[in-house]
């Protein structure tokens, strides 16, 4: 195996090793956010920790990792492509990859967001549909929605209420059938339901996030290792990372909003970002813009932290040296 082959193996053992481990760690705290950014005032939860409480009372602590699965199964190809495109574009764009041009940063950034909406898109998009089963209190026997096409069966608007009760475990929705579901009626379009606002959050998310991180981190460089400790690391990707979240939670609001299938009583369908946020300005204001944003911060920071602070230490390095 060349060298280059070597340190481009190793960039996606990291990226996604980080992105299970992070995943693992925060996925409650990105529940709550989903629930939060989509009801509508506090009908429901107050904030993040009662929205984590009453989580827990009515659908038991796993019913904090709805969703969990879908995430872990395709976080790793995620956060792969993340980070690996992103030093792509920083060689090329950049002489030996140095971190000396902001402009040329920021593009690499914009690179790496483009790369991984191609699974990030239908990640979230059935991530979604699993976090706020429990807020709405209804499965998806056949994933009857606000603004789904006619071939699924609409249900009666008395059937959609707020609810913080648990489904019935057989009725409860599963990836696989919401994927099938949106397969057959929509074809490959349904599962990328939302990837224009997708492409919109997570492209100005990398923009910030990859610079910031990268001049961050080189405050903490060894001249001796030509490395930032992995505590340097750490807190420079939890920094970056929360900038950046806190930054783009109103795009982020729009894409929860959009990517949500199933509806509460009373609650918006929308047909595109600019509808999503002409409705969300005049009817919930603009405060709602910022809905989830501390939840956001909680759940990026130690997200991006765990994989850049994985990432410079070289674990995947390490794993194929011992391979060989």
């Known amino acids: 195996m060349s060298s280059q082959d070597l340190s481009i193996t190793a960039k996606l053992i990291n990226g996604g090793l980080a992105g299970l481990v992070g995943v693992t760690c925060v996925f409650p705290v990105d529940l ?3 629930r939060l950014q989509n009801q509508r005032g506090t009908d429901a939860y107050r904030g993040m920790t009662d929205c984590l409480m009453k989580t827990v009372r009515a659908e038991g602590f796993l019913g904090m990792y709805r969703g969990a699965a879908v995430n872990l199964s395709l ?9 690996a495109a992103n030093d792509f574009f920083r060689d090329l764009l950049m002489e ?3 971190q000396r041009n902001l402009k040329m940063e920021m593009l690499a950034g914009c690179g790496a967001g483009m790369c991984q909406v191609v699974v990030t898109c239908p990640m ?8 706020d089963a429990g807020r709405v209190g209804e499965a998806y026997p056949n994933l009857a929605c606000a603004g789904c096409p006619q071939g699924l069966a609409a249900e009666p608007a008395s059937s959609r209420s707020y609810s913080t009760g648990s489904a019935p475990a057989h009725k409860r929705p599963s990836a696989t ?9 929509q074809g490959l379009a349904g599962l990328y339901k ?10 100005p998310f ?5 610079p910031l991180f990268a001049n961050l981190n080189n405050l903490g460089v060894s001249e001796h290792t030509g490395k930032a400790s992995f505590v340097h690391s750490f807190g420079a990707g939890c920094v970056a990372g929360s900038v950046a979240a806190v930054a783009v939670t109103p795009l982020d609001v729009l894409k929860t909003r959009i990517q949500t299938l199933k509806k509460g009583l009373g609650e918006e369908s929308y047909s595109g970002v600019l509808d999503c946020a002409r409705k969300l300005w005049t009817r919930e204001g603009p405060a709602a813009f910022m809905k989830g944003a501390g939840c956001r ?5 130690p997200l991006f932290g765990i994989a850049q602070g994985i990432y410079f230490l070289g674990i995947g390095e390490r794993i194929l040296r011992s391979l060989e």
């Open 96 to 98: 030996d990859g140095r």
């Open 124 to 131: 979230e998009m059935l991530k979604i549909q699993l976090q």
């Open 206 to 210: 990398s923009i910030i996030y990859f």
């Open 32 to 34: 709550a956010k989903t």
């Open 75 to 83: 976080v790793t190809p995620e956060k792969a492509i993340k980070l």
């Open 177 to 185: 059938l919401i994927a099938w579901e949106l397969l057959r009626a």
């Open 297 to 301: 911060a909680l759940v990026v920071a």
């Open 194 to 203: 939302g990837l224009g606002a997708t492409v919109l959050r997570d492209i």
